[in-house]
Structures are given as C-alpha cells and as structure tokens.
C-alpha cells in the first residue's frame, strides 16, 4: 500500500481534525501503520518481542510528540523543525519496501 491508497482509508474524523493539515503529523500516521505489520510478525518470535515492543512504542511517538508541539501554537523554529520533519519521515518512507 502506498501513501495515497493508505490516505483513501483514512477515517474523516482524522481528515478534519486541524493537525491533518501537517504533511508531517499524515507521513507519521503512515508510517506507524504499515509498521503495524512489521510489529505483529516480530512480536511472534520470543527474540524479537523487545524489538516488537519499541518499533511501536516509536512510530507512535512521532505523531504524538508533533501533535503535542502543533497544539502549543507555532514558531519559526517550529515550522522549520515540521519541514526537517516532514523531509525525514518522507525519506525513510521512501526507503520501506511496501508489501503489495
């Protein structure tokens, strides 16, 4: 699945919401989806439930901590620190082999 079919899936209430206007806050939301799949076949081996554990733990900060700065209002350097984000998650999205 790639970003545009993810997004189609989306629920609306998600799309209204005023953080859905940050590229990065949407990338993040991607990225920890299709870790999801990553996560449940780690989370099988007893070696890699740890692993399992983290990779969810982190794909589900990132969307938390940029919600967490977008409601405190934004800066400059915030804005800056949303494009470093944004440039970030795209290129590590671009990196994931996706499962067809």
Do not use: H
């Amino acid at each position: 699945m790639n970003y545009q079919e993810w997004e189609e899936f989306v629920p609306q209430e998600f799309k209204a919401d005023s953080l859905w206007k940050m590229t990065a806050y949407r990338y993040a939301l991607f990225a920890s989806d299709l870790g999801w799949s990553d996560v449940t076949k780690l989370i099988k081996d007893k070696r890699t439930i740890e692993i399992a554990d983290q990779l969810y733990r982190s794909l589900g900060s990132i969307s938390a901590n940029l919600a967490e700065g977008y409601s405190r209002g934004r800066t400059l350097r915030e804005e800056q620190a949303e494009y470093l984000a944004e440039n970030i998650i795209e290129s590590l999205l671009q990196n994931i082999p996706f499962a067809e």
